[in-house]
């Protein structure tokens, strides 16, 4: 099997994440959402790449 660590080891659930952000009070825009990445580099573990802006 293989292992994953850095920035995915850590990461949240797409709408955790969002949520989270907007809990205090920040508004978020989507800007890229690549939910294929994860049968490009992944072996198909679920994972979804975002670019987002955060303004309050």
Known sequence: KDLITGCVAGALMRDDYLNKIKS????????????????????????????????K
Do not use: A
């Open 24 to 55: 205090v009070g920040f508004k978020v825009r989507i800007l890229y959402e690549n939910t294929e990445i994860s049968k490009r580099q992944y072996s198909g573990i679920p994972l979804e790449s975002l670019m987002v802006e955060v303004t």
